[in-house]
């Protein structure tokens, strides 16, 4: 089967591999169709880690797939065979305290697609545990479908710390999470959303998938925007989908007193040198994320109801150009936003 191996920084090269071994119990055999590309695939192709996880080289990349069951395993019913899935990423053990509890996002011995050393699908076939898989309903695209993985860490932000009816929101990035940030706070009710990113393109993005007012950042000042449209006053609840030192620190200066800082992206740095003096002085409550928990059919069903606009989705590129689309995101070329790689329908 063909595969895209991470062989080197900035490096995919189009490989043949072996077929998957038969699935065992428990395991299904997927045919993958779709996956998306996430800002974390970017960070393993940009620098080969993520904070201190170190990418073991080679590498198949690819945690956002849509894929149709082939075969099953002991255990597994044979009607699941031509199922159509979404496929959650993160394998817990299933037995720690935190799988147990229902936070399988926080199990120390969980194995995520694409994470070293466990391998993605950006490849033909891969086997998974049946219960990872979400059907794909009907009237949903294979490039929609790829969207909620994505989608169900911004639904976990709102578990976590939720936006209240009327709140305004400010979203600092507008690549897919930044995006789908907008969409979720539009339908949880903002009266008012703010979106800053230093690319103009996708600040237009941004405001179609719902934002009202867009910043481009490397023209204009985001916390004087926003401070001089909220009176000084700030937002009620801030979004960090670039997870760069300077838009953290943006963050704890354009939340208001009391406010909710909630940190998405995932920073490049190692250390971090964050403004903590503003954010005690301004009582604001900040929340990190761990992908996401359990919101895989809720995500799904937001995308079948037609409430997450799929105007992210830009690009499309066969399996064997997916060195030439980490290339455009890079580069945030040709009008870039969310691009899906297509390997088979």
């Not at 995006?179 to 996708?202: C, T």
């Not at 580069?331 to 969310?338: I, L, M, Q, R």
Request: net charge negative; charged share 20%; aromatic share 4%.
């Amino acid at each position: 089967m063909k595969a895209i191996h991470l062989v080197a920084p900035r490096k995919l090269e189009v490989v043949e591999l072996p077929q998957p071994a038969d699935p065992g119990p428990g395991e299904v055999l997927l045919k993958v169709r779709s996956v998306g590309i996430c800002g974390s695939d970017l960070h393993w192709f940009l620098d080969g880690r993520i904070g201190g996880n170190i990418c073991v080289l080679p590498q198949i990349l690819g945690h956002e797939p849509v894929a149709e069951v082939v075969a099953v395993g002991k255990g597994v019913p044979e009607s699941r065979i031509g199922e159509r899935v979404f496929v959650e990423p993160a394998i817990g053990c299933g037995h720690c305290e935190w799988c147990m509890s229902g936070n399988q996002n926080l199990c120390p011995g969980c194995r995520f697609l694409g994470s070293s050393p466990t391998n993605g699908l950006f490849r033909e076939y891969g086997v998974m545990p049946a219960h990872n898989l979400i059907p794909a309903p009907a009237g949903v695209s294979d490039a929609q479908a790829t969207v909620a993985e994505p989608l169900s860490i911004i639904l976990h932000v709102m578990e976590l710390a939720g936006i209240r009816l009327g709140d305004t929101v400010a979203v600092l990035g507008s690549g897919p999470i930044g995006m789908l940030s907008v969409a979720v706070a539009r339908l949880a009710g903002a009266s008012k959303i703010f979106v800053a990113d230093k690319v103009a393109h996708r600040v237009a993005l941004g405001l179609r998938m719902g934002a009202d007012v867009g910043i481009h950042s490397l023209t204009q000042s985001v916390c004087d925007t926003i401070l001089d449209a909220t009176g000084g006053r700030g937002v009620d609840f801030v979004m960090d989908a670039a997870g760069m030192m300077e838009t953290i620190n943006w963050g704890m200066k354009i939340a208001r007193r009391g406010g909710q800082f909630v940190l998405i992206g995932i920073p490049v740095e190692p250390d971090l040198t964050i403004d903590l003096h503003t954010a005690m002085n301004r009582e604001i409550r900040i929340q990190t994320v761990r992908r996401s928990r359990h919101s895989g059919p809720t995500a799904m069903a937001l995308i079948q109801a037609g409430r997450i606009s799929d105007a992210m989705i830009t690009h499309r590129y066969p399996l064997e150009r997916t060195p030439e689309a980490f290339d455009t995101l890079v580069e945030y070329a040709d009008g870039v936003g969310k691009i899906i790689i297509e390997i088979a329908s």
